[in-house]
């Protein structure tokens, strides 16, 4: 499963977690992406800008 696909999945899963649950699930991972800087995170956007 490529990596674009892998994203498109986990946000899909959010959204449908974000609606169901009034809670801003995108807006907390935000500020976790903010504060930790994540590797993850690093190399998902280094995997975006390489494409």
């Not at 498109?8 to 959204?15: G, K, Q, T, V």
């Not at 977690?17 to 800087?37: E, G, R, S």
């Amino acid at each position: 499963m490529s990596h674009k696909t892998q994203v498109l999945i986990y946000l899909i899963i959010i959204a449908i977690f974000d609606t169901i649950i009034p809670v801003p699930i995108t807006a907390l991972i935000l500020i976790h992406v903010l504060f930790q800087k994540p590797r993850w995170f690093r190399e998902c956007v280094d995997e975006i800008y390489r494409s």
